[in-house]
């Protein structure tokens, strides 16, 4: 059975720093892409930043200098170190893993950046 359980989210001040934690169960981690993504109140899901199989990276301009994405393959985990945190960061964080068509996701951990 598929299973991603996501850990980290929670209240943090502008200027802080979180990291998220995505394990996954299930499936050979190693040979997927992974990807989280945050949706805000009333806004579109957005891609954060994204991690091949291969190890490349990219991220939302947005996050780019702020946000670190990475992967333990031999763990099946993945994660999202969020520095200098900004009010505009609050949203939910889904984590997902992507191969060949098929996409499984994550509960979403609650994000919340203010003072």
């Known amino acids: 059975q598929v299973q991603f359980v996501e850990s980290g989210g929670g209240l943090v001040q502008p200027g802080g720093s979180l990291r998220l934690s995505c394990a996954a169960t299930g499936i050979i981690f190693s040979i997927y892409d992974i990807s989280w993504y945050r949706q805000a109140p009333g806004k579109q899901r957005e891609q954060v930043a994204r991690?091949?199989?291969?190890?490349?990276?990219n991220y939302a301009d947005s996050v780019k200098g702020r946000f670190t994405i990475s992967r333990d393959n031999a763990k099946s985990v993945m994660y999202l170190q969020m520095n200098r945190l900004k009010p505009e960061d609050t949203a939910v964080y889904l984590c997902?893993?992507?191969?060949?068509?098929?996409?499984?996701w994550g509960q979403g951990t609650q994000v919340t950046v203010s003072s």
């Open positions: 997902n893993a992507a191969y060949r068509g098929t996409a499984h």
């Open positions: 991690i091949s199989s291969s190890g490349s990276t």
